[in-house]
């Protein structure tokens, strides 16, 4: 039994635009999918202060960075995707960081004056000393702004800044106070959907 050429041709162009409608109704549900998921997340310019601040704590042992950064990155991503790009290797699985694995994070890049603090070896054979680094990272909750990671990146290692995002230095009405940790908040804090009070 032959088929006419015009059924063949209808056939053909329908089994194409039922594929097409396909296509474009999962490209529609995986874009609201990242949408719903970077929903109620800390906007960018709060994010770049809470890093900031975290950033330039010197009371702890290490260091950090020394003024204001030359330059910033960042993105959303999961933890499991910061410690990658950190690390360049998975979470370990009997790692303590495997249950951060899906949590959805800012990872912050700073370049710029990052000192690092060394103590000096208990024998005294090798006295204290200032390391300086060019870039450091950040890793914060995404929702809540918890830092989670702080690395000073070592010296010689450029990280490549192509993964990420140019981000601004923020406005001074950025820099809102985070609760202590454990953070434990009641109201949400300013987000990418919801403008700041």
């Known amino acids: 039994m032959k088929l006419d050429p015009r059924r063949q041709l209808m056939s053909l162009l329908s089994g194409t635009l039922v594929l097409l409608l396909g296509i474009l ?3 529609i549900y995986q874009s609201r ?3 719903k998921a970077e929903a109620g997340t800390l906007a960018p310019d709060i994010a770049v ?10 009371d702890l042992p290490y260091g950090g960075l020394r003024g204001r950064p030359t330059e910033i990155y960042g993105r959303i991503m999961t933890y499991a995707e910061a410690n990658d790009l950190l ?9 303590l960081e495997i249950e951060l694995a ?3 994070v800012w990872l912050i890049l ?8 060394v103590p000096p070896v208990s024998d005294g054979s090798i006295p204290e000393k200032q390391v300086q680094h060019s870039q450091m990272t950040v890793v914060l909750d995404a929702f809540t702004g918890e830092m989670l990671r702080r690395t000073l990146l070592a010296p010689l290692i450029k990280f490549d800044v192509r993964t990420l995002s140019e981000l601004p230095y923020p406005a001074e009405s950025s820099f809102v106070v985070f609760p202590t940790h454990p953070i ?4 949400p804090l300013p987000s990418a959907t919801a403008p700041a009070n």
């Open 25 to 27: 109704a999962f490209l």
């Open 33 to 35: 999918a990242v949408e």
């Open 49 to 58: 202060a809470r890093a900031l601040t975290v950033a330039g704590e010197f």
């Open 87 to 95: 690390t360049g290797r998975p979470i370990a699985p009997n790692s």
């Open 102 to 104: 899906d949590k959805q």
């Open 110 to 117: 700073f370049q710029g004056n990052i000192v690092e603090h």
């Open 184 to 187: 434990q908040t009641a109201e």
